[in-house]
């Protein structure tokens, strides 16, 4: 959060010196409140840009995962996002961390994350039994794997079918 403040910063100099430029090369024919009106022009586009694009930049960053779900946000705040929602969270499933046990292929255990803007991603260890349309999170006490391959302690929860998740989960891994 401290280098979009400081990248806003920079974007609203840059424009309060393009405008400076603009001003002295027309030798004052514009008006002197064109300068912090560009500046603030400036961090207010940079900060639009990057509400926009955070959501792409992080999927881009996580080439073996699969985005299952987002949170698109309006707020009276940020007016234009009732043109265009902003993407403030999201969830998505890792394969690059799915396992299987060759007695239970039915079932993945693998890592879901949870990111929220501003906010470092929660990695959650959670199973898939993809013949039973099930989801298990593995923490907590008591939640452990036994030694012929089996999740114990664990509390499964049905889902419906076509819960993106366990489609992610089942098809990706």
Known sequence: MLFEFIAALAAGLALAGIAMG?????RGLLPKW???????????????WS????????TRTLPQAT??????DRSLLRP????????TRFTAVDHATAQR????????????ILWARWQPPVRVRVAFDCARN?????????????????????????????????????KGS
Do not use: K
């Not at 064109?34 to 639009?48: N, Q, R, V």
């Not at 234009?80 to 993407?87: A, F, G, M, T």
């Not at 046990?101 to 879901?112: A, G, K, S």
């Not at 298990?136 to 819960?163: F, H, K, N, R």
């Open 134 to 170: 099930q989801r298990a999170d593995l923490m907590g006490s008591g939640v452990s794997i036994a030694e012929d391959g089996s999740i114990t302690g664990a509390t499964w929860q049905d889902l419906p079918e076509e819960d993106p998740a366990l489609v992610a989960a089942c």
């Open 80 to 87: 234009w996002s009732y043109l265009r929602p902003v993407v």
């Open 51 to 58: 509400e926009y694009s955070w959501f792409e930049r992080v």
């Open 34 to 48: 064109i300068i912090p009106a560009s500046a603030g022009l400036g961090m207010l586009t940079f900060a639009i």
């Open 101 to 112: 046990h060759e007695r239970f292929p039915d079932q993945v255990m693998l890592d879901v």
């Open 67 to 72: 985005v299952v779900w987002n949170n698109e």
């Open 22 to 26: 603009l001003r002295w090369l027309t």
